[in-house]
C-alpha cells in the first residue's frame, strides 16, 4: 500500500490541482488506517470546492473518526447540497 501512496504523492508534486488524484489519494489512506492523513488530503478537497456527496460523507467518517465535528459538519452539508 505504501508503494500506491508514494506514487499518488509523487503525482500530486508534479500536478497539486488534480483533484481525482488527492481523493484517491485520501481513499487509500483512509483504507490504509492512516486516517489524519487521509483528513489532511480531504480538507484540501473540500477547501478545493471539489469533493461530491458520497465523497464527503465518506470524509465526514474520517473526520469523526479523529473527532474533528467541525469538518464533519462541513462535510454533511456538501453532501446535503449534492443530494446525498
Known amino acids: ?28 489512506l483512509a483504507d490504509a488506517g492512516r486516517r489524519a492523513e487521509a483528513l489532511d488530503e480531504y480538507a484540501v478537497l473540500v477547501r478545493d ?15 469523526l473518526d479523529l473527532g474533528r465535528l467541525d469538518l464533519v459538519a462541513e462535510l454533511l452539508e456538501i453532501a446535503r447540497d449534492a443530494g446525498v
Open 1 to 28: 500500500m505504501s508503494d500506491r501512496v508514494d506514487a499518488l504523492r509523487r503525482a500530486l508534486e508534479a500536478d497539486p490541482s488534480n483533484a481525482a488524484l488527492r481523493l484517491m489519494l485520501a481513499e487509500t
Open 49 to 63: 470546492r471539489a469533493l461530491g456527496g458520497a465523497e464527503a460523507v465518506a470524509a465526514a467518517r474520517v473526520a
